[in-house]
């Protein structure tokens, strides 16, 4: 049987893995520049991890809705189904340890079940949009994060085209592997953000 919890621990895990590796590349970087982290206020990079824990959490929430199959309760946008708050069911759409399309019980996961997963990862993307572009603003003049904080943008600015074109284009593949890349690429410079830069007293 296919567990969705296992399916979505494994992307997640290829997250951390690419964290990892921005974090040695950034590191390798130092070395072979000769350069030191550059100082910068504890405030700001305390921002940057906020940034990146939401952003993880959202990943998680989009591995859910992924190895759920749940892109396609909603096919409009910002409304679903024809409304602003359609019947869901929490409790079963996410109950984590249970086999793909079926509830604990082994009975078929319902549709309002898959409606709660994908309004779910719609509202935490609402609350991750604003701390990040918050986070943006905050670091935009930040001169040590220059060209980090610009790509970051424009990332976050790919992530809301290609999460929209999923609902209202019914899923594409290039929209998919643009949305789940992107995410990872956001990931990537947030890490290399931490990595090049340390606070100062």
Request: charge should be positive.
């Amino acid at each position: 049987k296919l567990f969705p919890a296992i399916v979505s621990l494994h992307l997640l895990g290829g997250y951390v893995l690419l964290a990892l590796l921005a974090w040695q590349a950034a590191q390798a970087w130092h070395r072979d520049s000769g350069n030191l982290p550059a100082g910068v206020s504890i405030g700001l990079r305390r921002s940057v991890w906020l940034a990146l824990v939401m952003l993880f959490a959202q990943a998680a929430s989009g591995a859910w809705v992924s190895t759920n199959y749940a892109v396609l309760a909603c096919t409009e946008f910002p409304q679903c189904q024809g409304g602003w708050w359609p019947a869901m069911d929490f409790a079963q759409g996410f109950e984590l340890w249970r086999p793909l399309g079926l509830g604990s019980q082994g009975e078929p996961i319902s549709f309002q079940a898959l409606t709660a997963i994908h309004f779910a990862h719609r509202l935490l993307a609402g609350f991750t949009i604003l701390v990040l572009g918050a986070v943006v603003l905050r670091l935009w003049n930040t001169k040590v994060l220059h060209r980090a904080t610009r790509l970051l943008a424009a990332l976050l600015a790919l992530q809301v085209i290609t999460g929209v074109s999923n609902v209202v284009l019914g899923w594409p593949l290039l929209a998919a592997v643009l949305h789940t890349g992107g995410a990872g690429a956001m990931l990537a410079v947030l890490v290399w953000m931490l990595a090049i830069t340390q606070h100062t007293n």
